[in-house]
């Protein structure tokens, strides 16, 4: 089975992509914020430990997203804290999700994981693409984020491996910064590359 690992930094253009690897291409995508999103809204082990050590990000029992993102940003320990406790639950959902897609017989995957080298994650997948835009266009685009400033932005670049970093390990690149329609001819390109080795 092939599994394609796309990453990238914000901003990037990941949406679109694996929005046109579901809908055009009919290729099962594995979303590793959605994930995450999904974990502290509804592990109770894991909105307990985070509860436990940061009473302050609890209201009424559940996790306040935008308090423990404050959190994270002022306080390191924290930040280092939530991504051991959320990056191996969410590593056994890749590998489950993984596991049902070669059960049902699927011939092609993706995993969405916008920090797939620096976590180790690449080792899933038989393939890598790193997703990419000119820098203009990555702040033009993170500019229209209304929950991020600048000083936010600079916080989440730094804890990512920087483009050239990605782009030696990485299988395939897809350059976004043109058009859509460009961006999902190179997909296009990768897949068709993919299916014919």
């Known amino acids: 089975m092939v599994i394609l690992g796309l990453t990238g930094s914000m901003a990037m253009g990941k949406s679109t992509i694996t929005k046109a690897l579901r809908l055009v291409y009919h290729i099962p995508v594995w979303d590793a914020d959605q994930t995450v999103r999904d974990l502290l809204a509804t592990d109770l082990g894991l909105i307990q430990e985070i509860g ?17 993102r404050a959190k994270a940003f002022e306080d390191e320990t924290c930040l280092s804290t939530l991504e051991h406790l959320i990056h191996k639950r969410a590593f056994r959902l890749a590998v489950q999700f993984i596991d049902k897609m ?19 994650w690449e080792k899933l ?9 000119p820098l203009f266009v990555q702040k033009q685009r993170l500019s229209l984020r209304p929950d991020l400033n600048e000083a936010k932005i600079a916080h989440i670049l730094s804890r990512q491996w920087n483009l050239a970093e990605k782009r030696a390990l990485a299988t395939y690149e897809i350059q976004s910064g043109l058009s859509k329609e460009n961006t999902i001819r190179q997909v296009d ?8 080795r």
Not at 102 to 120: I, K
Not at 126 to 133: I, L, N
Not at 189 to 196: F, L, S, V, W, Y
């Open 52 to 68: 436990g050590q940061y009473p302050e990000v609890m209201v009424e029992g559940k996790i306040d997203r935008t308090a423990l």
């Open 189 to 196: 390109q990768i897949i068709q590359d993919i299916r014919q």
């Open 125 to 133: 997948c038989t393939h890598t693409a790193v997703v990419y835009a």
């Open 102 to 120: 070669q059960r049902l017989g699927v011939s092609f995957c993706a995993l969405d994981v916008p920090l797939l080298f620096e976590v180790g």
